[in-house]
């Protein structure tokens, strides 16, 4: 089977690494030349709406799928006509704007902070009128690791904010003055039977993922995964989708969700014993589902900017690298290192140790 992917980073480079002892091949469209999953699969480098080029992805692959939530409605409606995609184009659509997510997690009785749609400065006045401050403001397209998006502390932060967003469509949260943040990754088969992961505590530094632990018996794990459970049943969800929460008042809220594979669930490549990655495709290739159970304690320790001494990092007892082949640059995830141990006392030793490796 070969499964075309929509985007060559390294999400789509560790599909390809899950997929192929599956017998699977991949070609990936991204027009980037220097695509770090290219050296995985073929590359059609070319635009999203290059239509000639979808034509032919469409024409050489089974299905496709996508590794970012950008991708253009248009893209999967126009490869749609040739080729089934999972997850669905409804699916993007929904969680490609942060609207018409909040709309759906309210419509769903799902809990998250206050929100307004916000299309000018006046529209923002009047929100915080309402909201109140701090509030955050964010771009309702197009905003990662913490990209688009601006917190507002006070009046003079709320003054010309819109037009320094790039005037675009955006969304106004009331700031949630949350405890921890989790997120909990789940994949649900062509037939609707859907396998949970344990719940990941996750810890963000400038709006990106630092470190994610796998919790063991975390007591909200039920809450969140009826609330995963709702958002892919009603999507009629296929492949792995990741929902991000607030921990407050010791309940949850919701914070977005993410149709695809997430970097909060990358220590299941060692950490569990089907990995988030074999379990999507395994779930749009219409393939038995794996398990989602935990093997050991596990955590991961994202690698931004630079990788340390390769050397350094595989001698910590317990630690998996994963090198995404990418340029080093500032601010970009580059890498990670997953982290294995018999206990958590070990668990936490080898953080710190891969920790100080990264400040070091
Ligand atoms: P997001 O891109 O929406 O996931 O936001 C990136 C990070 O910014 C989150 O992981 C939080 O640490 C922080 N953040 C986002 N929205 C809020 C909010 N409404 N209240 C407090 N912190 C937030």
């Given at each position: 089977m070969k499964i075309g992917v929509i985007g060559g980073g390294q999400l789509g480079r560790m599909l390809a690494l899950a997929g192929t002892p599956l017998g699977m091949e991949f070609a990936f469209l991204d027009p980037a030349e220097d695509a770090c999953?290219?050296?995985?699969?073929?590359?059609?480098?070319?635009?999203?709406?290059?239509?000639?080029?979808?034509?032919?992805?469409?024409d050489g692959v089974d299905l496709v799928t996508f590794e970012f939530e950008s991708v253009p409605a248009e893209t999967v409606a126009f490869?749609?006509?040739?080729v089934p995609v999972y997850p669905s184009a409804e699916?993007?659509?929904?969680?490609?704007?942060?609207?018409?997510?909040?709309?759906?997690?309210?419509?769903?009785?799902?809990?998250?902070?206050?929100?307004?749609?916000?299309?000018?400065?006046?529209?923002?006045?009047?929100?915080?009128?309402?909201?109140?401050?701090?509030?955050?403001?964010?771009?309702?397209?197009?905003?990662?690791?913490?990209?688009?998006?601006?917190?507002l502390r006070t009046p003079e932060d709320v003054t010309g904010t819109f037009a320094e967003l790039g005037g675009v469509p955006c969304l106004l949260e009331g700031f949630v003055p949350f405890t921890g943040e989790v997120s909990l990754v789940a994949v649900r088969a062509r037939g609707g039977e859907t396998r949970f992961y344990p719940l990941a505590h996750n810890v963000h530094e400038s709006g990106i993922l630092k470190l994610s632990v796998a919790s063991s018996a975390h007591p909200l794990q039920a809450l969140a995964e009826d609330y995963l459970g709702r958002v892919m049943d009603k999507l009629d969800y296929v492949g792995v989708l990741a929902f991000e929460f607030f921990e407050v008042d010791g309940g949850l809220k919701a914070n977005e969700i993410a149709p695809r594979v997430h970097n909060s669930g990358h220590w299941t490549i060692e950490g569990a014993e089907c990995s988030?990655?074999?379990?999507?495709?395994?779930?749009?290739?219409?393939?038995?589902?794996?398990?989602?159970?935990?093997?050991?304690?596990?955590?991961?320790?994202?690698?931004?900017?630079?990788?340390?001494?390769?050397?350094?990092?595989?001698?910590?007892?317990?630690?998996?690298?994963?090198?995404?082949?990418?340029a080093f640059k500032p601010g970009r995830k580059v890498g990670h290192a997953t982290l294995r141990c018999a206990d958590e006392a070990s668990l936490r030793n080898a953080i710190a140790q891969v920790q100080g490796l990264v400040q070091g």
């Open positions: 999953a290219a050296a995985l699969g073929d590359h059609l480098c070319a635009g999203y709406a290059d239509e000639s080029a979808l034509r032919q992805l469409a490869l749609s006509n040739f699916a993007l659509r929904v969680a490609r704007d942060r609207w018409f997510e909040k709309s759906l997690f309210r419509e769903l009785g799902i809990p998250t902070p206050e929100f307004a749609d916000i299309q000018s400065q006046a529209d923002l006045d009047a929100a915080v009128a309402t909201i109140g401050l701090p509030a955050v403001l964010k771009t309702r397209t197009l905003g990662y690791d913490g990209k688009g998006q601006k917190v988030q990655f074999e379990n999507h495709l395994r779930a749009i290739a219409g393939l038995p589902l794996g398990s989602t159970a935990k093997v050991g304690e596990s955590a991961m320790v994202n690698f931004i900017g630079q990788v340390p001494s390769i050397e350094d990092v595989i001698a910590v007892e317990g630690c998996h690298l994963h090198h995404y082949g990418k």
